[in-house]
């Protein structure tokens, strides 16, 4: 097994959905599980949809770098649903939502655990990626730095440097989506804790990897 940790930042902005808004479009303080395989994928250049790194031993963590900026925006109309037909409803209304929730040029640190073969093949394809990377939407296009593959060692620790799974004080608490299953049809979600400030003092120890000087728990 070996690590691989590097810092992502977006250029300008971006938007992690909360699958269960509507009108009001809400972004998760951190990118899902799935969006990091997905773009992880993409550098590979693997086929869209081909959830192809949830069958290998690819443990994730994430770490958001300094304060989460947020902003909600009015979004772009994308389409009008004409009620003509109706009498009762003689003019047209916008389907797409109206207001969408921005991430202002975040942050973060992701952690990979695997084997070796895998991480050194993404380490290679994320510093010379087979499609243009961005996170989250096709448009929020990304930077990527501070390449390291490192050794690992399996541990135990109180103090964390990563977001951690389960409900903790002193954090914000997200429900995240995990992985896809049933061929894509539905996600697995799971509870994690994004600490304000790192690490993340726990009043006992937790399992976790030890990459470079860092304490991190991979998922």
């Known amino acids: 097994m070996l690590g691989l940790t ?127 990377l961005y996170l989250g939407q096709s448009d929020d296009l990304v930077d990527i730095n501070n390449f390291q593959v490192v050794n690992i060692e399996k541990t135990q620790s109180n103090k964390i440097w990563s977001v951690v799974e389960g409900v903790y004080n002193g954090c914000e608490i997200v429900k995240l989506p995990y992985r896809f299953i049933n061929n894509g049809k539905d996600i697995e979600m799971r509870v994690f804790s994004v600490p304000e400030e790192f690490p993340l003092k726990l009043e006992k120890n937790v399992e976790c990897f030890r990459l470079g000087e860092e304490n991190v728990q991979c998922i």
């Open 6 to 132: 590097f810092d992502i930042e977006s250029i300008y902005f971006c938007c992690f959905r909360q699958p269960t808004t509507t009108s009001l479009i809400l972004s998760f303080p951190i990118p899902p599980f799935t969006t990091i395989r997905g773009f992880l994928e993409n550098a590979l250049g693997y086929e869209r949809d081909s959830f192809a790194l949830q069958n290998e031993k690819l443990l994730i963590g994430i770490r958001p770098i300094g304060k989460i900026e947020r902003n909600t925006e009015l979004a772009k109309i994308l389409k009008l649903i004409s009620r003509e037909e109706k009498p009762c409803f003689k003019r047209s209304f916008p389907s797409a939502p109206m207001f969408k929730n921005f991430l202002i040029e975040p942050k973060y640190r992701i952690y990979l655990v695997g084997e070796e073969n895998l991480i050194n093949k993404i380490s290679e394809k994320l510093e010379n990626p087979e499609r243009p």
